[in-house]
């Protein structure tokens, strides 16, 4: 099963930090649908300060594109993204927009 680990940081605001984790305790129905439906059958979110990992699990039917389209066809999910953003900033080096980026494995045991 192909995994996939990505990361994105927070603003640093305990109170944003909180109520981030707070969104994430209740994800909206929608979104996990949107998520299962990508073929991504495992999810975790770590943090570290403001740092964020997610790491994803999916079968051999996911795609990074098929998901950004799927996520751009959902308003919902739309909606969430719009409210995450409020939370989430870019790393650095990164294109203006971009959010989650995907991490390259560099050791395997």
């Given at each position: 099963m192909p995994r996939f680990c990505l990361t994105l940081d927070l603003k640093n605001d305990?109170?944003?930090?909180?109520?981030?984790?707070?969104?994430?305790?209740?994800?909206?129905?929608?979104v996990k649908e949107s998520i299962l439906a990508s073929g991504i059958e495992h999810l975790?979110?770590?943090?570290?300060?403001?740092?964020?990992?997610?790491l994803l699990e999916a079968n051999e039917s996911f795609?990074?594109?098929?998901?950004?389209?799927?996520?751009?066809?959902?308003?919902?999910?739309?909606?969430?993204?719009?409210?995450?953003?409020?939370?989430?900033q870019a790393l650095p080096g990164t294109k203006k927009g971009e959010k989650w980026k995907l991490m390259h494995t560099i050791c395997s045991l």
């Open positions: 305990p109170a944003l930090i909180a109520e981030y984790e707070q969104y994430h305790q209740a994800v909206w129905p929608e975790e979110i770590y943090r570290w300060e403001n740092r964020l990992c997610m795609s990074f594109e098929r998901k950004s389209q799927l996520d751009a066809a959902n308003p919902k999910v739309q909606e969430w993204e719009a409210l995450m953003w409020k939370y989430q």
